[in-house]
């Protein structure tokens, strides 16, 4: 890929090799940031729709919340809120520096996208009541479950070509 480079007054396009450009790995400190986190909120989401749909107390009038799903919701938010600014630091930096390479866009897209549903349906089921509600409630237990093949997906190893 072509870069401008400046010198002396001059400006002259030069050849740069964008495997050698950018590193392709992020810091450790970042990627074990974003997989404690991403772990954890899946983790803390798959948790609460086990204790709702599979261990629901009865009293004395039906059916009665978990005692668990208070605090498994609270965790939940929480680390959502943590995952949104970490999602935004390494859209910053990690999209914008690994664009040019065309490596991964396509599950990186996807995943963004994916994440910024999951944060919308999130916020609705907060905020909205009787059909909206249920629908965010379904989009984002649908898709939060099915959020760790996305990421899985995306960070995968990636295997290089060989150079000739």
């Known amino acids: 890929m072509a870069g401008l480079t400046a010198g ?7 050849e740069v090799d964008m495997a050698d450009a950018f590193p392709l790995r992020m810091s450790a400190t970042v990627r074990t ?15 609460w729709l086990v204790v709702h749909f599979f261990f629901e107390p009865k009293g004395p ?22 995952g949104l600014f970490l ?3 390494v859209a910053s ?8 390479l ?21 916020y609705a089921l ?11 409630a379904a989009a984002h237990e649908t898709m939060g479950a099915v959020a760790i093949a996305i990421a899985l997906v995306h960070w995968r190893r990636y295997t290089f070509p060989e150079r000739r």
């Open 61 to 82: 009038f039906g059916s009665i919340p978990h005692p668990w799903e208070p605090a498994l919701l609270h965790l939940h938010g929480w680390l959502a809120a943590v």
């Open 8 to 14: 002396r007054g001059e400006r002259r396009f030069v």
């Open 126 to 136: 907060y905020y909205t009541t009787d059909r909206a509600h249920d629908f965010s």
């Open 87 to 89: 999602l935004g630091w």
């Open 102 to 122: 065309g490596r991964k866009r396509v599950s990186g897209i996807l995943m963004s996208a994916w994440a910024g549903i999951l944060s919308i349906s999130g």
């Open 33 to 47: 940031a974003l997989l404690t986190v991403f772990g954890l909120l899946w983790i803390s989401g798959c948790a």
């Open 93 to 100: 930096d990690h999209v914008c520096t690994r664009w040019p």
